[in-house]
């Protein structure tokens, strides 16, 4: 079974702190990829990364960094988190480019909470 | 104009009831359709995927593409209280890095 593990479920912090979440495959697929999930507006990019040390913006980057020093590991930074930045965050993975279904398999979500 | 449009619900429907879950789009390049679906405090679950046009059926359940019509949808037959969940449309282009795009969700309650 696919597992992608999110260290945090619930999470609940002040304006201004800076926020990790991170997410841990054991797959060892190359890319991996941060969602966000807002009600009617369903999941939306923030970054992805298709291989250590590389990424690429998603559609909605502003506000966020993300972190890949090992394969296994993509790490989600708001540098000073915001009220508009409560959502869930999914992280998910895939392997390979192209040619395949793009399936993705998620985590369990973490939900933020900025107060 | 959102590039992919699903209907939000919630759809509330009797146990053994057809449920009919629909998406349109507008880039007419996407080749790769998908539906997730997602419980309640869950990561969303792929369920049905087809290539390009056409019908694919996996037990109760029917993905249908028609690509002239820009237009997806998933048939859920003899619904069961378990298929109470979001269902998410999702498509992408052929190649490139598995960039989905998609739908907001449709929320589904199948009450016994």
């Known amino acids: 079974d696919v597992k992608v593990t999110q260290s945090s479920r619930y999470l609940v912090k002040r304006t201004g702190e800076k926020v990790f979440l991170e997410c841990v495959q054991d797959m060892d697929h190359e890319n991996m990829f941060w969602y966000r999930q807002d009600p009617g507006l369903g999941l939306r990019l923030i970054y992805f990364?298709?291989?250590?040390?590389?990424?690429e913006k998603g559609d909605i980057p502003e506000g966020y960094s993300v972190s890949r020093e090992k394969k296994e590991r993509f790490s989600l930074i708001l540098e000073s988190a915001s009220t508009n930045q409560t959502s869930m965050y999914l992280c998910?993975?895939?392997?390979?480019?192209?040619?395949?279904?793009?399936?993705?398999?998620f985590g369990e979500g973490s939900r933020l909470t900025v107060l | 104009q959102k590039e992919v449009e699903q209907d939000p619900g919630p759809l509330s429907v009797p146990e053994g009831a057809i449920v009919s879950l629909n998406c349109t789009y507008s880039?007419?390049?996407?080749?790769?359709f998908m539906w997730y679906r997602q419980y309640s405090r869950k990561g969303p679950e792929l369920l049905m995927y087809t290539y390009s046009s056409g019908n694919k059926e996996d037990g109760r359940f029917t993905a249908q593409v028609d690509k002239s019509s820009k237009y997806i949808s998933l048939f859920i037959r003899d619904s069961q209280p378990s298929d109470s969940a979001t269902y998410l449309c999702a498509m992408r282009l052929s190649g490139g890095y598995n960039k989905l795009i998609f739908g907001a969700g449709t929320r589904l309650a199948v009450h016994p």
């Open positions: 880039n007419s390049a996407f080749q790769y």
């Open positions: 998910a993975i895939t392997g390979g480019r192209g040619g395949s279904t793009g399936e993705l398999f």
């Open positions: 990364s298709y291989d250590v040390k590389m990424k």
